[in-house]
């Protein structure tokens, strides 16, 4: 029998399959059933930091609306300055999801700037959950705003956020960097534990009768999964943080061809949108059969053995692969009557 424990952000997870920041944990009965079925650990949908600063907007501007009308009114408030920020609605939940599973929970922060909205990370901590997951998905609008000027806000606030908790920090990237590699060294620095590969752009598209812009879903496919084998063979044993891939999983294939790249879990969305506990069974189960027909016994057994360091020719994950990937094409291509 293949053991699928696994070790990620110091927890140890019954599986490598995690439930990724969605509504999917929002209903109970479903979260109980994902865990009973699979799930190594589940993430909660994200607090965004234009939802927390709004609100903290909204406390100040009700203080201050009253604080002219009589000389004594300012006297019933305390110091705006003092004022503890209002808890977060999603606490509750997160208590009642502790209580209702065996599995990790982890809460997902998505903000990109550093700012007292980070201080959040510390209610969802007091409120149980194992570990945090900070969403780095960043828009660049500004034409005067480079590269290295995003990079260097986003650390501030991993910096922010690892300073506001005493429970591990994942950090979720985008693949829109010059180096992930490089940047993956700087998170490790500003103290993260793991990093997640990658979010998706909910990239809007065009209703062209209307003229409007069109913000329906688009699911992740596997398709999308070889950008996160290509970071993930690259990053294996050449950082300390843990890895976790995030986008194009759907079968357990897809699970182990992420694992032998060097994740140490798998999220999952998309393809448990329609049935989750039956999709994460069948997931689980088509792993555990792929592991055991190559006589891995453990899941870290088979962890990075197809990584940039353990595979025989390097130029498979690296520059040249993509001169030969064009000479492959163009030979099928002669060879087509």
């Not at 922010?160 to 990237?173: E, G, M, N, R, T």
């Not at 103290?191 to 009768?209: E, I, S």
């Not at 992740?220 to 290509?230: D, N, V, Y």
Request: charged share 20%; glycine share 6%.
């Amino acid at each position: 029998m293949v053991d699928l424990t696994t070790r990620w952000l110091g927890l140890t997870l019954r599986s490598p399959l995690v439930v990724g920041a969605s509504p999917i944990t929002d209903d109970l009965d479903t979260a109980r059933q994902l865990a009973d079925v699979g799930a190594g650990a589940l993430v909660l949908r994200s607090v965004f930091e234009e939802q927390i600063v709004a609100e903290q907007l909204a406390t100040y501007q009700f203080v201050d609306s009253y604080t002219d009308l009589d000389a004594e009114t300012s006297g019933f408030f305390p110091d705006i300055g003092d004022t503890t920020p209002p808890p977060l609605p999603l606490l509750g939940h997160l208590t009642q999801l502790k209580s209702a599973v065996d599995i990790p929970v982890v809460a997902s922060l998505n903000g990109t700037t550093p700012g007292g909205w980070t201080g959040y990370a510390r209610q969802l901590q007091d409120a149980g959950a194992d570990a945090i997951e900070l969403n780095l998905y960043d828009i660049a609008t500004r034409l005067d705003e480079t590269g290295q000027i995003i990079e260097i806000r986003q650390l501030d606030t991993v910096r922010a956020v690892v300073a506001a908790v005493d429970i591990p920090v994942s950090v979720k990237l985008s693949p829109f960097y010059a180096s992930v590699p490089g940047f993956v060294a700087q998170i490790q620095q500003a103290g993260a534990a793991g990093v997640v590969l990658f979010n998706r752009f909910y990239q809007p598209d065009l209703d062209l009768d209307r003229l409007t812009v069109d913000r329906t879903l688009v699911r992740s496919t596997p398709a999308e999964l070889p950008l996160r084998l290509h970071a993930l063979a690259l990053l294996h044993e050449r950082t300390g943080l843990d890895l976790a891939a995030s986008g194009g999983v759907h079968r357990g294939t897809d699970a182990a061809k992420a694992i032998v790249c060097g994740a140490h879990v798998v999220q999952i969305v998309s393809a448990l949108l329609d049935d989750p506990p039956t999709a994460i069974a069948l997931i689980n189960d088509e792993l555990t059969t792929w592991l055991d027909h190559h006589r891995y016994a453990t899941v870290a057994d088979a962890r990075g053995t197809m990584a940039l360091d353990n595979v025989a020719d390097r130029s498979a994950w690296e520059r040249l692969n993509y001169a030969r990937i064009l000479d492959s094409s163009q030979a099928r291509t002669r060879r087509q009557p």
